[in-house]
């Protein structure tokens, strides 16, 4: 099925202001439909309006759909006596009231222009199962009322009211409150009336003043405010507030009416989310504790490793100098991932920064014996805690037993290149200076070599590969993790 951009790019000729107008009429005509109990089709005229393109559909969430199958992609060609043709033409409303079946059921159909700076750039199309129609109480007469006045603003092109909000999902179901020019509330539904009795309303909504109700429900905050509630409630401009009084939260969004240039009043829209808000706290709150976890680890680790340094400066014996040098970069490179993870909102590790940071120390540790350019070529990417973990441990052994065997603690250069490919992540790095012995085995050097068991026991815990080989290119070694890389 097309989107309204392709039908429009490939039928119209509607200008670039035309066809957001018209995605702006899309994201909000949920509301026309949900009050008119009513499916909507969107028309757009090829250039010389004898031929209409449906670009865009929606049914009601409140009644039964008219229409069983999508229309969008359909075409109306070279029809005048249809409603939509008849409707673009003239610029007023058109509708029957005979009942058309449509796949066997009786449709009433209304033909809706949509106006722009006074011209009329498209038709909604209004299709009403006629099988469905609930007896006309309270609430079904005040969504009527309230969906004709919204099709009038549609036609003056005085709706959709302005630029996509954080609201524009409220549905009419969430609940559902109308005013009266005054701000007086003539119908409350049901799910509306709870939301004020969570703020703490104890009598009805009914012939009260929105507005003024709800500022008395809700105590003055000692924070400065752009706006008063008051105002924001008053019900003339369109308006997103959240009403918070004590632990309640009610969302609310106000469309005014004002069909004809005459002020009708208001449709607001409002849920109860103090649920969702206690969650969200709760949620923040047991984020801020592991960041603070993740952080005492750091700093502990990042002790553990300095005692190492110190315990390292204080040996004359070279191989025990060289062991806690290794011991406090493998510490050190866990510290690292923590750091990270401290800062972050979520499990996920962007594992460049952490990556670099590796490189430079061991670039820093090396320093002592020659000049080591260590560096990324490449991204990683995201991947979880988990897998950062043992991941920085593995590229910092494998940097490590580069400097110390490969380049012989001389100078030299390490590169580190990440690629990402079909969930896989494959790390490659290569170093210059001398190739492996004759002979080399993975399996019998891990026996020797602490830093070799420690990253194939880590790389075959990540459920991936390792190998170690000699360059083809040039005199060094070259090394290849690849590990899935699934978050």
């Not at 509708?95 to 033909?111: E, R, W």
């Not at 009403?128 to 009038?152: D, K, M, P, V, W």
Request: a negative charge; charged letters at 25%.
């Amino acid at each position: 099925m097309p989107s309204m951009s392709e039908v429009i790019a490939e039928h119209t000729s509607l200008s670039r202001e035309d066809e957001q107008w018209l995605g702006l009429l899309v994201e909000e005509w949920q509301l026309m439909a949900d009050l008119a109990f009513s499916d909507l089709v969107l028309w757009v005229p090829e250039p010389d309006a004898n031929v209409f393109w449906a670009a865009a559909q929606v049914r009601p969430t409140t009644g039964p759909t008219a229409l069983v199958d999508d229309v969008v992609g359909d075409l109306i060609a070279y029809s005048p006596e249809h409603l939509v043709a008849e409707a673009f033409l003239s610029g007023r409303i058109t509708q029957t009231s005979q009942g058309k079946l449509q796949a066997g059921i009786p449709v009433d159909v209304h033909a809706i222009p949509v106006g722009r700076d006074g011209r009329t750039i498209a038709v909604v199309e209004q299709h009403t199962n006629q099988l469905a129609i609930r007896t006309a109480g309270a609430l079904e007469q005040t969504y009527r009322e309230s969906a004709s006045e919204l099709a009038e603003m549609v036609t003056a092109g005085d709706f959709p009211t302005g630029g996509r909000g954080t609201m524009v999902g409220l549905r009419v179901g969430d609940g559902f409150i109308r005013t009266d020019p005054d701000g007086d509330v003539t119908y409350a539904s049901p799910n509306a009336l709870s939301a004020y009795r969570r703020l703490g309303l104890s009598g009805d909504l009914i012939d009260r003043n929105l507005a003024a109700l709800t500022a008395d429900l809700v105590p003055p905050s000692a924070e400065p405010v752009e706006d008063s509630l008051t105002s924001a409630l008053s019900g003339r401009s369109a308006r997103e507030v959240e009403v918070e009084a004590g632990t309640a939260h009610v969302l609310m969004r106000l469309v005014p009416l004002h069909p004809h240039n005459t002020r009708t009043g208001a449709v607001i829209l409002c849920r109860d989310v103090t649920d969702i808000r206690r969650k969200e706290r709760e949620l923040l709150s047991k984020e801020a504790t592991i960041r603070e976890i993740h952080h005492r680890v750091k700093n502990n680790l990042q002790t553990v490793a300095a005692l190492l340094r110190m315990q390292a400066r204080r040996i004359d014996v070279p191989e025990a100098k060289q062991a806690l040098n290794e011991a406090m970069s493998r510490v050190a490179s866990i510290a690292i991932v923590h750091e990270t993870l401290s800062q972050a909102f979520d499990e996920l590790v962007e594992f460049d920064k952490v990556a670099d940071l590796i490189l430079k120390m061991v670039g820093d540790v090396s320093s002592a014996d020659g000049n080591v350019r260590a560096h990324r070529k490449g991204s990683f990417g995201v991947v979880s805690s988990s897998v950062a973990a043992n991941l920085s441990l593995v590229m910092t052994e494998i940097c490590q037993n580069a400097v110390e065997h490969s380049l012989s603690n001389g100078s030299g250069e390490v590169v580190v290149q990440p690629t990402l490919s079909n969930g896989r992540l494959r790390m490659e790095v290569v170093a210059d200076g001398h190739g492996l012995p004759e002979g080399f085995s993975i399996i019998d050097s891990k026996r020797k070599s602490l830093g070799l068991s420690i990253v194939t026991g880590l790389v075959t815990e990540l459920g991936g590969t390792f190998e170690l080989t000699d360059r083809t290119d040039a005199p060094g070694t070259r090394a290849v993790v690849e590990i899935p890389n699934e978050r």
